[in-house]
Every structure is written in C-alpha cells, then in structure tokens.
C-alpha cells in the first residue's frame, strides 16, 4: 500500500491541528467531518469516549480542499473513511509509519539517541498541546480555566492525561518565567 503525498500532507495537518490521535484519525469517516460547522466527530476513543473536536478555520480549509479533490474515491458515501492508500484501502498503522520516517529522513528531522528516539506522529499530538499553552502564557490567557478545557479537547479523562504532554520547552519555560516574574512582582528570592 502506497499513501499519496495529498493523504499524508492532510493527515499530518489533522494530527497536529486537532490535536488527534493517530488511531482516531485513521478511523475517520466522511460523515464525522462537518465542514459547515467547522467540528470532527471523533468516535472509537482510547477511553470509549466520543468527542466532539472544532476546527481552525485553516484547517477547515485544508480539510474541504482534501475531500473536494478526492471526492472521486469517497463515491461509496459517506461512511467511506477519510484516509486511504491510493489503491482505495483503509489506512493502516505500518503504511503511516514507513511513510513518516520517510518524510523525516527527506526533510532530515532526526535526534540523537538512534532509532527508538526519533520523531513519532504521537509527538505532532504532544506539540500541538505545548504550543497551545505557550499562546496562552503569551496571550495572559487564565491557564487554571483553559487546562481542563485542552484535556476535554484532547480526549483526556483528567488534567493528569494532558499533563504528560506538557513537555517542557525553551519557549514554554520562557513564557512561564515571565509569568510567574509578572506574579511575584519581579521579587528574586534566594
């Protein structure tokens, strides 16, 4: 099985933009996708759950070019998964995964640390929780509201969930700093 470029682009984009999983979007069909409303109906959770995920109005533009040029290959209606290979099958994990590595090695995105410590598609999911956070230090944004907010959004059952995705970055430290420097009233304490 082959993933054209298009089905790749529009799934990463999806994963990050959405923040999904990859299961959950791979199990996407064309009916859970509202493009008038901007949502994702995402069913088939890792907790059973389903939820209800909003849209970017960027990514809702990626999403209606994508179905609007593939619009051939869903003639099955619209229970016809979203992704599939371009001989017409379901997506599967192993297609996704060789294509990605494909596409880090081209784009020459790699750590250190070998082969089990490189790029995953689960981390585009940890990134677009990071980068979150980061836009709401920076906006001044309550994070005590907004917090349980992005765990609802990810599918987490609880704050502890969305706190694993929380990796600490240059940025992420820095917009943290601030803030806390903003609370104490710029007091060092030592």
């Given at each position: 099985m082959v993933i054209d470029a298009d089905t790749l682009r529009t799934f990463l984009l999806l994963l990050y933009g959405a923040g999904l999983r990859r299961g959950e979007a791979m199990r996407l069909k064309i009916e859970d996708v509202d493009l008038?409303?901007?949502?994702?109906?995402?069913?088939?959770?890792?907790?059973?759950?389903?939820?209800?995920?909003?849209?970017?109005?960027s990514l809702t533009?990626?999403?209606?070019?994508?179905?609007?040029?593939?619009?051939?290959?869903?003639?099955a209606g619209a229970?016809?998964?979203?992704?599939?290979?371009?001989?017409?099958?379901?997506?599967?994990?192993?297609?996704?995964g060789v294509?990605?590595?494909?596409?880090?090695?081209?784009?020459?995105?790699?750590?250190?640390?070998?082969?089990?410590?490189?790029?995953?598609?689960?981390?585009?999911?940890?990134s677009?929780?990071?980068?979150?956070?980061?836009?709401?230090?920076?906006?001044?944004?309550?994070?005590n509201d907004l917090l349980p907010k992005l765990a609802t959004y990810l599918g987490h059952t609880g704050l502890a969930g969305t706190q694993r995705y929380l990796t600490m970055t240059q940025e992420l430290l820095a917009e943290a700093s601030s803030r806390f420097e903003a609370f104490s009233g710029g007091q060092r304490h030592g």
């Open positions: 008038e409303q901007s949502l994702i109906h995402v069913r088939q959770t890792k907790f059973f759950k389903t939820r209800i995920v909003p849209l970017s109005d533009a990626v999403m209606r070019a994508f179905i609007a040029r593939t619009g051939d290959a869903y003639s229970e016809s998964g979203l992704f599939s290979s371009r001989d017409g099958t379901p997506l599967c994990g192993q297609t996704l294509a990605f590595r494909r596409l880090c090695k081209i784009a020459d995105i790699q750590r250190d640390g070998g082969a089990r410590n490189q790029p995953r598609m689960h981390d585009l999911r940890h677009a929780a990071v980068h979150r956070v980061t836009a709401w230090y920076r906006s001044g944004a309550d994070l």
